[in-house]
């Protein structure tokens, strides 16, 4: 079975709402002072520590596209540990490890 895009479907099922959404997510890259790589190490941390794997892989190539290595990917999820426990290192550190790999 193909993956299906969550947010594809979002925006033929309800545009306005995936649109709203869309401007929401530019006003904070417009808003903040961090870089691109940081927002995404961030993206991938906060992402890890729910075990959102999909996430997490999706934002791996952004991380790496904005300068991300791949010690800085992996030291952010596992970073999750003292915070969030042990799921976003059960989850998601062997995919972002796959990933990761893919993109070499």
Do not use: W, Y
């Amino acid at each position: 079975m193909a993956s299906v895009n969550p947010f594809m479907v979002l925006k033929q099922e309800a545009p306005e709402v995936s649109d709203a959404f869309n401007g929401l997510l530019s006003a904070i890259a417009a808003k903040g002072s961090l870089d691109d790589k940081t927002r995404q190490l961030i993206f991938i941390g906060i992402k890890s520590s729910q075990g959102d794997v999909s996430a997490v892989t999706s934002h791996i190539p952004m991380a790496k596209q904005a300068g991300a290595s791949r010690e800085e990917i992996l030291d952010t999820i596992i970073m999750t540990l003292a915070i969030s426990g042990t799921q976003g290192v059960a989850s998601c550190l062997v995919p972002a490890l796959e990933c990761i790999e893919s993109l070499s």
